[in-house]
C-alpha cells in the first residue's frame, strides 16, 4: 500500500470514509472525483491530493507522517522504501538523564552502519544519517531510543518515524521484538540475548574484552536487520485486511 492510495491524513476523513471511497471504486489518488462525500470534504481531499503530489515528488513524507495515526505511518514505506533508515540503540541502562548510549545500528538499503562510543558515535555522524533518511523505523523507538539519542546528544529528530510496536499491536503481534521475531519465524544466526546482556557486555568490553564488543555490535545490528522483514511482513498483512478487503468488496 502507498501513500497515494490514503485519505485519512485529510481532516474530517477516518477509517469509515476512507473504506467508502475504497469500496466505490475510489483506492487512488487519480481515482478521486469528489462524487463519494460532500463538497466541503470533497475541496479537501483535493486540496491534500494537489499538495501530496509535490511533496511526493520531493521524496517528502513528513506531511503525511504527521497526520497519519501512529499505528497506520506503515503507510509510509513503500514510497521511500530505498531511504527507509531502522535504528536500534543500547545502553548501560533505561534512564537518558543517568546513563550512555553503547553503541547505535542503522540499516538502509543493503548496508548496515554500526557507531561505537568512544569511536564514532557523535551527534554529527548521528545527524548526517538521519539527513540521508527519509523514514526511520524503529522498535518502541517512540519512547525509548529517539528521547535517548535526543537527550543524550542534544539532537532534535524530525525524520518520519514509524514505530512498529503500534503497527504490530494491529495485527494481533504482542510483546517484545524478539518474541515477535520467533512467532514470525524471523531468524537470528546469534543466541538470543537480552537489554541486561548488552549492558554486560559493554562494561565486559571496557574491562578489555574486545570479543564482547564484537558480541554487542553483532546483537545490535541483528535488531535493525531483523526489523526490515518484519515490517514487510507487518504492512502486507494491514494491506490485505485494511485495503485488499475494502477493494474486494466495491
Given at each position: 500500500m502507498r501513500i497515494e492510495n490514503s485519505f485519512i491524513?485529510?481532516?474530517g476523513?477516518?477509517?469509515?470514509?476512507?473504506?467508502?471511497?475504497?469500496?466505490n471504486g475510489v483506492t487512488h489518488w487519480e481515482e478521486?472525483?469528489?462524487?463519494?462525500v460532500g463538497d466541503t470534504l470533497a475541496d479537501r481531499i483535493e486540496t491534500f491530493i494537489d499538495e501530496g503530489w509535490e511533496h511526493l515528488e520531493r521524496g517528502d513524507v513528513s506531511t503525511f507522517a504527521e497526520a497519519l495515526p501512529a499505528a497506520s505511518r506503515w503507510r509510509l514505506y513503500e514510497n521511500v522504501r530505498e531511504e527507509t533508515a531502522f535504528l536500534d540503540i543500547e545502553t548501560t541502562g533505561l534512564s537518558a538523564d543517568r546513563n550512555d548510549v553503547t553503541t547505535v545500528s542503522i540499516h538502509r538499503g543493503?548496508?548496515?552502519?554500526?557507531?561505537?562510543?568512544?569511536?564514532?558515535l557523535t551527534a554529527r555522524r548521528l545527524e548526517a544519517e538521519l539527513e540521508e533518511s527519509a523514514l526511520l523505523v524503529t522498535f518502541n523507538g517512540q519512547r525509548f531510543d529517539v528521547p535517548f539519542l535526543e537527550t543524550c546528544y542534544d539532537l532534535d529528530v524530525t525524520v518520519p518515524h514509524v514505530d512498529l510496536m503500534y503497527p504490530c499491536k494491529k495485527v494481533g503481534l504482542d510483546g517484545g521484538l524478539k518474541a515477535i521475531e520467533r512467532e514470525?519465524?524471523?531468524?537470528?544466526?546469534?543466541?538470543?540475548?537480552?537489554?541486561?546482556?548488552?549492558?554486560?557486555?559493554?562494561?565486559?568490553?571496557?574491562s578489555g574484552d574486545?570479543?564482547?564488543?564484537?558480541?554487542?555490535?553483532?546483537?545490535?545490528?541483528?535488531?535493525?536487520e531483523n526489523?526490515?522483514?518484519?515490517?514487510?511482513t507487518v504492512a502486507g498483512r494491514l494491506h490485505e485486511?485494511?485495503?485488499e478487503t475494502a477493494c474486494r468488496d466495491a
Open positions: 491524513p485529510v481532516r476523513v477516518g477509517e469509515t470514509t476512507e473504506r467508502r471511497l475504497w469500496e478521486f472525483d469528489g462524487s463519494v543493503d548496508e548496515t552502519k554500526t557507531f561505537i562510543q568512544g569511536r564514532d514470525l519465524g524471523i531468524g537470528r544466526d546469534m543466541p538470543d540475548l537480552s537489554g541486561r546482556d548488552a549492558v554486560r557486555l559493554w562494561h565486559e568490553y571496557e574486545d570479543a564482547a564488543l564484537e558480541r554487542l555490535v553483532e546483537y545490535n545490528r541483528a535488531d535493525t526489523m526490515k522483514p518484519l515490517l514487510e485486511s485494511v485495503f
